[in-house]
């Protein structure tokens, strides 16, 4: 579609030389992470605000009172990283998520240059998606406070906080060991299945389906294993909107992640969700390389005898369609 002429057509020709490289990039990566966000946290302000204050719930203030309310979030965030890497895979590869930048750099040959980069534009992305969602639910959010009786500011405001971020399950008692294992198995899950639908050794989808089953992934994930720490399996999905939650004025419950009562106790909960998917990121491609990677390799080395590496996509080594 060649005949597409560029918003911005004036100064052409010095804007295509930054556009085409890593501002671009960063622009599609800036702009996936923020439709991860806007319908992911979109669809859990439908579930725990908007569906109660709309009369459309028991009460003004019933959520999660069956299996259904879960696989509303859990294909809701389904849809959002479907399309996120429709919209960026394109010009990015769509990481989307910084323990994918991180993996790919460690085992895919992505520039290790780009990998600050694309965190910073994910996690503006994320911060900017949860600020959308708060634009259009606000007065939901606000009512639903008001009707639980947990005003933002008051530190128990976790339901309503939990719209943009991830707080650990109440049986951990405040141990920081279950949650990071959670993040670290589900984040190894995702990029393991996502290597896994790319490589163009394996049974890779066709027919541009890729980013629809990256987002059945996730939603794997979430009715696996979402429960125990909400499954952020994404360090820019749970700090951007962490980050614009504090600022909005969820206080301490936020950042830095701190909630005594109401059946939960955790404290400096933030990094979690941040260092247990960059761990899980990389052990889970390792795993798939170790475990099936390594295999195809050989077997293609044995039958064509190919010397050297082995393209590991369609995909340039620097830009893996991805996504998560």
Request: with cysteine.
């Amino acid at each position: 579609m060649s005949d597409i002429q560029p918003l911005l057509a004036r100064g052409e020709g010095r804007r295509i030389g930054r556009i085409g490289g890593l501002w671009g990039e960063l622009m599609a990566e800036f702009l996936g992470t923020m439709i991860i966000l806007a319908f992911g946290d979109g669809c859990v302000a439908m579930a725990v605000a908007a569906l109660p204050g709309s009369g459309r719930a028991q009460t003004s203030t019933t959520i999660f009172l069956a299996a259904g309310d879960w696989l509303l979030i859990a294909f809701g965030w389904c849809f959002a990283v479907a399309f996120a890497v429709w919209v960026a895979g394109g010009v990015s590869g769509a990481h989307l998520n910084p323990a994918v930048t991180l993996a790919f750099a460690v085992r895919r040959g992505f520039p290790w240059r780009k990998v600050v980069p694309y965190w910073a534009a994910q996690v503006v992305g994320a911060f900017t998606g949860a600020a959308i969602v708060f634009m259009v639910y606000g007065s939901a959010i606000n009512a639903y406070d008001l009707a639980a009786k947990t005003p933002r500011s008051s530190g128990t405001a976790v339901a309503s906080y939990s719209i943009f971020a991830t707080f650990p399950a109440g049986y951990f008692h405040g141990s920081s060991v279950g949650p990071l294992i959670d993040q670290i198995v589900g984040t190894a899950f995702l990029v393991m299945f996502v290597v896994a639908v790319i490589d163009a050794r394996n049974t890779a989808v066709g027919s541009n389906l890729g980013p629809l089953v990256i987002g059945f992934i996730v939603a794997a994930i979430g009715i696996s294993y979402g429960a125990n720490a909400g499954y952020a399996i994404n360090p820019a999905r749970d700090f951007g909107p962490r980050l614009f939650a504090w600022i909005a004025g969820w206080g301490k419950v936020a950042l830095p992640g701190t909630v005594h009562g109401g059946g939960l106790d955790f404290s400096n909960y933030f990094w979690i969700p941040i260092v247990g998917p960059l761990i899980g990121g990389v052990i889970g491609v390792v795993i798939y390389d170790l475990f099936v990677g390594d295999v195809l390799h050989a077997r293609l080395k044995l039958s064509e005898n190919v010397a050297g590496p082995i393209e590991e996509s369609p995909a340039s080594a620097e830009n893996p369609t991805s996504g998560a």
